[in-house]
């Protein structure tokens, strides 16, 4: 991995996920996975466990469904190689919770410009269907759309992956 | 800005725009904004009113929700720099208006093979999603694709913009 | 066409098969198209046929709505040129069929991966819009994006078609 920072962004089942945590594992350090996903129902509690030991013993996961930048803050050492998964849940919790974009996005990217371990952000790309019919899904789709663009000009290096093929963009 | 004439496609949300307008701006000449954008209502008025704040006195702006090829032709001088925003509104209402797509795509396909000045125009890419449920939605995509094509085909230059960032593809 | 086998991936209206027929094309050799598409209806019948007349002559046309490693299988000699468009409607047969993808898929990479021929795969790209409401197009997206990427993986050649221009990603 080139860079310190780095954003991989992809759409669903692109294989994102994977080449991001392999990029992660490809880098010395101490491994942090940062899980934005939100155990609502036991089903997700059992999935976001088995994705956990799926990971194997090398990553220690936090689990920050909404303070995203005081995780990644506090996890953030000059050996430290952190995996946030991913941006776009991230954006959903934060509407969910009606909670403002502002700040807290704010607060990432001065996290990821002062950070000093390695730092990989995933993010879905969600703009390219069809506008949706429901003003909350319309939303959505902004939030989500600017934390793209916002991250993306943050950090050092942007990967598309498309059918688990990873395209340097920047 | 390389080339005469430009596409720039994106998403939503993707700073496809706003890229558009930073090329256009960055050229010597008259600036001419051709906006497809319809005003149905007073809110929509008023943020085609505040866009058109937004991008200052150095731009004249057009409106032209549907007859698009005549409004560049008659903007196009061999000094002018033409932004039209976006390929995706124009289709959208002539699919509305229940007018045919072949006519006025040829004429605008005319008008940028024999242009003068610089034309950039911004469209969006909504063809990477799951096949829209319902009839209407899917004649819009198959329009908005079938535009995308023949002008990319038209064009010197295509600009793919993902979260902000620019792909050369053409 | 450089490589042996080739996958082709776009959008809606993003001229994907325009492109892979082009490519098939300008290969020598026997062309083989092999469709994926059911005909449920007249109309339908009437659009293949008419897609089949289309292609014209150089072409023989192989209907594989499912079982599509055989049928690449039976068409592959050392001077073919198969063309299997696409597998997104072979996975939405598969779905609609309640059949498992994971044996059929097996099998597509292990006709693959021990062709003699040269061999162009079209596929749909549909993850890069809002997660679909109803569960059944979630499944379809999740199978459509594990097909992607397995072919992607298993070919030598991968291109991206956006608004009909061709990006090689692989």
Avoid at 13 to 42: M, N, W, Y
Avoid at 112 to 133: F, H, K, S, T, W
Avoid at 154 to 164: C, E, F, K, P, Y
């Amino acid at each position: 991995m080139n860079g310190r920072t780095m954003l991989v962004i992809g759409g669903a089942r692109s294989g994102k996920s994977r080449h991001a945590q392999a990029l992660a594992e490809s880098c010395a350090g101490t491994l942090v996975f940062i899980a934005t996903a939100q155990p609502f129902d036991d089903e997700m509690r059992d999935r976001i466990d088995r994705h956990r030991s799926d990971r194997g013993p090398r990553w220690r996961t936090v689990e920050a469904p909404r303070s995203l930048a005081a995780a990644v803050e506090q996890a953030d050492r000059p050996d430290a190689v952190i995996l946030v998964d991913c941006l776009t849940l991230w954006a959903s919790n934060l509407l969910l919770a009606e909670e403002a974009l502002d700040a807290p996005l704010a607060e990432l990217e001065h996290v990821l410009a002062r950070g000093r371990g390695r730092i990989i952000l995933v993010a879905n790309e969600v703009g390219l269907g069809i506008v949706p019919d429901n003003a909350l899904a319309r939303r959505f789709r902004d939030m989500a759309g600017t934390i793209n663009q916002r991250v993306a000009a943050s950090v050092d290096r942007v990967h598309l992956v498309v059918a688990g093929i990873p395209l340097a963009i920047k």
